[in-house]
């Protein structure tokens, strides 16, 4: 697959076209190609066919920050390519531009935008991509220039840029492409990120169906001159396993491939400057001795969580309350947080010579391996269409609400009543309301109305006009009676019994059928995996005196955008 990439359209969160940078050929044009890619209905996916064109065109699509990125091509290509290309460019233009990516940004920026898409991709070839070559390449005009000529003076003043041929010179001898020539930094700095995105399914029993982390690698190199740098991972029983843990490792280019394969764990690498992804892994949660039926205990037991989720459905005398039980488990710290030996922080703000973070009373400072912390605790539970409202929401903490037009009931408990520990045990119990109207009779079910008559008689007496059978309006017995039939206790019972029964069968269909929690852990992984070490090799680095010894440190976060989720 040589294909290549033909035109590339921004649209703003109005669906209006902001910029259109055409490749080679002669692509689609963004007010014909928009509403073909919206009559897909969504959730539309990232790459979609349309073979009706002239050429049949491939469109792949990215939204991010209220930004949509379509980008076309007619020739058959790798499609894991483009859409990594174009998680490239969001990338580049947030490095240029800065957070959040903005419409105007973009439109007032367009000087940088099209020496950024021209040196990213050549007549429709992906090129360069890196954030650190792209520095060299691109030329940025700085604040003074921007305000002189925005005050139409008739010099400006001329800036510190190199040459063009001054460029093609440093390109022709950068030797990595990933990180720019020159760098110097008044502080040196190294930081790692460790943060696991959880996907967890448990059965309504509370076992373990499936659970995954999928964990990143975050670090940022502020030092001056070309570092040569060994960080070394470690997991829950140490290093001589670490191989046969992680799955799925996928590396910067900056990694030495040949290093990782002899020793697992060890990552030996010349890094970009600045912030990037090191390291991506995906890591099993659920040994594979523990997946079968005779060892639900132990799986269970292996999977250590922040929180448990209980959902009971079908609850009260008509069977319309359901209940979320929610129990908070406390996560046990470890000292140094696996990096005590090797004088890292645990921390970033606050640091001690022994790697510890230390709080203002003296003890280990939250958010730390020494101390985890667990916050924005957020409980969803989806319902079904047939529901029409909640009649009553009770929780002892934190705050439900429930909106009938998403269908989805939230239930938020605040960082503070964690933090204090008021309580680890939460409950949350809702009334459902259907669409019918509750509590009609089974002798009512032909009423089109449903106000509890039909169209022939009401409490058993039949109010039809019949010219031939002439009778009273109302006959002494049911004056006496209020026209109804007096019925016995027992037989009182039985009916209320009767219609709970039926009430109880209706709701059952108006019961959620899961429940999901996301929250956040800091100083806290769920694989177990830690970094180490931070090693910086003085004699393999250039342009870096021997003396100089780096501020090294190192965070962990667990997090779970509604990715532990119970079936009920």
């Keep these: ?53 002239n050429p049949p065109t491939l469109v792949f699509s990215l939204k991010h920050a209220n930004l949509l990125f379509l980008l076309t091509t007619s020739s058959e290509v790798e499609p894991l390519l483009v859409l990594e290309f174009l998680h490239r460019i969001v990338d580049s233009f947030e490095e240029f531009l800065g957070t959040p990516l903005l419409a105007h940004k973009i439109e007032s920026n367009y000087d940088v935008i099209a020496q950024l898409l021209t040196e990213m991709c050549d007549a429709g070839t992906i090129n360069t991509t890196e954030p650190n070559a792209l520095r060299d390449l691109v030329e940025v005009e700085g604040f003074m220039g921007k305000l002189l000529g925005n005050l139409n003076l008739p010099t400006k003043p001329t800036f510190s840029n190199p040459s063009p041929a001054t460029l093609l010179a440093q390109q022709s001898t950068l030797a990595l492409p990933w990180r720019r020539n020159n760098v110097r930094h008044t502080q040196n700095e190294l930081y790692a990120d460790v943060i ?37 991972l470690t997991g829950p ?55 079968n039926l005779g060892n639900m205990s132990a ?58 973070s230390r709080g203002m009373g003296g ?130 019972k039985e009916e209320k019994e009767r219609r709970e029964g039926k009430l109880a069968q209706q709701n059952k269909i108006l019961m959620p059928s899961s429940a999901s929690v996301s929250f956040a852990v800091k100083g806290w992984t769920a694989s177990g995996i830690k970094v180490e070490s931070i090693v910086l090799d003085p004699r393999r680095s250039k342009g870096l005196a021997e003396t100089v010894r780096p501020f090294k440190g190192v965070k962990y976060l667990t997090v779970s955008k509604g990715g532990v989720e119970i079936r009920c």
């Excluded at 995105?197 to 030092?223: D, E, H, M």
């Design 237 to 291: 029983t140490g290093k001589h396993n670490l191989g046969s843990i992680i799955d799925l490792p996928v590396f910067h280019p900056c990694v030495r491939l040949a290093k990782w394969r002899e020793q697992p764990g060890i990552l030996s690498f010349i890094p970009p400057d600045g912030r990037f992804t090191l390291a991506g892994y995906e890591v099993d949660l659920l040994p594979l001795g523990t997946r």
């Design 1 to 53: 697959m040589n294909g290549v990439i033909e035109a590339l359209h921004i649209f703003d969160e109005h669906n209006s076209p902001i910029l259109s940078h055409t490749y080679t050929s002669r692509p689609l044009s963004p007010s014909y190609l928009l509403p073909l890619y919206l009559e897909h209905p969504a959730p539309r996916p990232n790459l979609i066919y349309l073979p009706n064109t």
């Design 363 to 492: 003890g280990p400072q939250p958010g730390t391996p020494a101390s985890p912390t667990l916050q924005d605790l957020k409980v969803t539970v989806p319902l079904p269409a047939d529901v029409r409202n909640l009649a009553e929401i009770r929780t002892a903490k934190g705050d439900a609400t429930y909106n009938p037009g998403d269908r989805f009931l939230e239930w938020t408990i605040p960082n503070k009543d964690i933090a204090a520990g008021f309580a680890s045990h939460f409950a949350l119990r809702c009334t459902v309301v259907g669409q019918s109207v509750s509590g009609a009779d089974e002798d009512d079910s032909d009423d089109p109305t449903g106000f509890g008559f039909n169209t022939s008689s009401v409490g058993g007496r039949d109010w039809s006009y019949d010219a031939g059978e002439p009778a009273p309006y109302q006959s002494a017995s049911d004056l006496l009676s209020g026209g109804e039939k007096k019925l016995t206790a027992e037989q009182e």
């Design 196 to 232: 696991e995105t959880l996907s967890v399914t448990l059965a309504p029993s509370g076992r373990p169906l499936a659970a995954f982390a999928n964990g990143t690698i975050a670090f940022t190199s502020k030092v001056s001159g070309v570092p040569d740098i060994v960080v070394t």
């Design 299 to 356: 799986s269970a037991n292996n999977l250590r969580l922040p929180v448990s989720l209980e959902v009971k459905t079908c609850l009260g005398p008509t069977g319309s309350d359901f209940e979320v039980r929610l129990t908070v488990n406390r996560i046990p710290g470890t000292s140094g947080g696996g990096a005590g030996g090797s004088g890292l922080s645990s921390n970033y703000p606050l640091s001690s010579a022994s790697g510890v």
